[in-house]
């Protein structure tokens, strides 16, 4: 059965604390990206991947980090410097970047 | 850059009366445009998608859109609304203007509320 998984559904941490938020995906893309979500607000873009070993900022790179090192990887690192990093993180998929993407479950992160 | 515009964040519609979700976009040439539901705590599902074929495009769950070169706009519709179709709702845009805005732009979503 061919997606996106994310891992875990929901995750604790406390402030200071770096976190990684895995995303794998079985659908041959060479496109993938990470979106927070925030109650009442759209997506917002971290980082994009466009193939592997290459990633480019989104609008909200500051506090987050990435790497790109198997097509189907893409894991996002919520550092201490992410000042309020508590949010929905979904992580996405696509053939070419304007192409649909496909979603993944998304990550519940909560920071105390 | 393309841009996208929902109109109304918040949509009330009756259990049975047409839905009708509001898409403007900007861009130089017509750009591919997509929609998305999602329900509360899930990832995001592709409704319907146009690629320059069919200006009317049918989608999942009754949906389908209109693409309206003219007034730059891909309006979301459903003849009569379901209790299952109280979501979060949004719109993309992808630039083919060739100058590395190919990515997927979304609108800030609309929340749709069927009343029972």
């Known amino acids: 059965d061919g997606g996106i998984t994310q891992s875990p559904k929901y995750l604790f941490r406390k402030e200071g604390q770096n976190v990684t938020l895995s995303c794998e995906q079985n659908?041959?893309?060479?496109?993938m990206y990470w979106y927070r979500q925030d109650p009442g607000q759209g997506l917002r873009l971290i980082y994009y991947?466009?193939?592997?070993?290459?990633?480019q900022k989104g609008d909200i790179a500051e506090g987050y980090s990435v790497s790109r090192e198997k097509k189907e990887s893409f894991p996002l690192t919520v550092t201490s410097a992410q000042k309020n990093p508590t949010a929905f993180y979904l992580c996405?998929?696509?053939?070419?970047?304007?192409?649909?993407?496909?979603f993944g479950p998304g990550t519940r992160l909560t920071v105390t | 850059a393309q841009s996208v515009t929902q109109l109304g964040s918040h949509v009330s519609v009756s259990e049975g009366a047409l839905v009708l979700l509001r898409c403007n976009y900007s861009?130089?040439?017509?750009?591919?445009l997509f929609w998305y539901v999602q329900y509360p705590n899930q990832g995001l599902q592709l409704l319907l998608k146009?690629?320059?074929?069919?200006?009317l495009v049918k989608g999942i769950n009754g949906f389908e859109a209109e693409f309206k070169k003219s007034e730059t706009s891909f309006h979301l519709t459903k003849p009569s609304a379901h209790m299952s179709d109280a979501a979060e709702y949004f719109c993309?845009?992808?630039?083919?203007?060739?100058?590395?805005?190919?990515?997927?732009?979304f609108g800030t979503g609309t929340r749709l509320t069927i009343i029972p």
């Open positions: 659908l041959n893309h060479d496109a």
């Open positions: 996405a998929s696509s053939s070419n970047l304007e192409d649909e993407q496909y």
């Open positions: 861009s130089s040439v017509p750009p591919y």
């Open positions: 993309a845009v992808s630039d083919l203007t060739g100058f590395g805005n190919e990515k997927l732009t």
């Open positions: 146009y690629t320059s074929a069919a200006t």
């Open positions: 991947s466009q193939i592997v070993n290459d990633f």
